[in-house]
Nanobody, 125 residues
Framework: EVQLVESGGELVQAGGALRLSCAGS????????IGWFRQAPGKEREGISF????????YYADSVKGRFTISSDNAKNTVYLQMNSLKPEDTAVYYC??????????????????WGQGTQVTVSS
């Protein structure tokens, strides 16, 4: 069974940094695309980044490009999201998700079938 567990969310001041972790079990992250999404109160879920370790592909939404970096550690079966220069508008619940099929659908944030429970990130002004 594919399982994902996020961690690392907390309260941080604007301009600060956080690193989120997404630990996978029941599968090998190298065989999947792992994405990060977020959902702020009253807003739709937003795809912000994904990685396909096997192919060395990373992708970012414009809203986080240049501030966030996604990476993976296959030995730990974990994907990270380093978030720098945080803004109050980055406040959201952050989720990671796994996609078993690598295709152009990922560019539309589609195909992610397995989800973690989320971790809260709050950025104070």
């Amino acid at each position: 069974e594919v399982q994902l567990v996020e961690s690392g969310g907390e309260l941080v001041q604007a301009g600060g940094a956080l690193r989120l972790s997404c630990a996978g079990s029941g599968f090998t992250i190298d065989d999947y695309a792992i994405g990060w999404f977020r959902q702020a109160p009253g807003k739709e879920r937003e795809g912000i980044s994904f990685i396909t370790s096997r192919h060395g592909i990373t992708y970012y939404a414009d809203s986080v490009k240049g501030r966030f970096t996604i990476s993976s550690d296959n030995a730990k079966n974990t994907v990270y999201l380093q978030m720098n220069s945080l803004k109050p508008e980055d406040t959201a619940v952050y989720y990671c998700a796994a996609a078993g099929v690598i295709s152009s659908r990922l560019l539309s944030w589609e195909g992610f079938d397995n989800w973690g429970q989320g971790t809260q990130v709050t950025v104070s002004s």
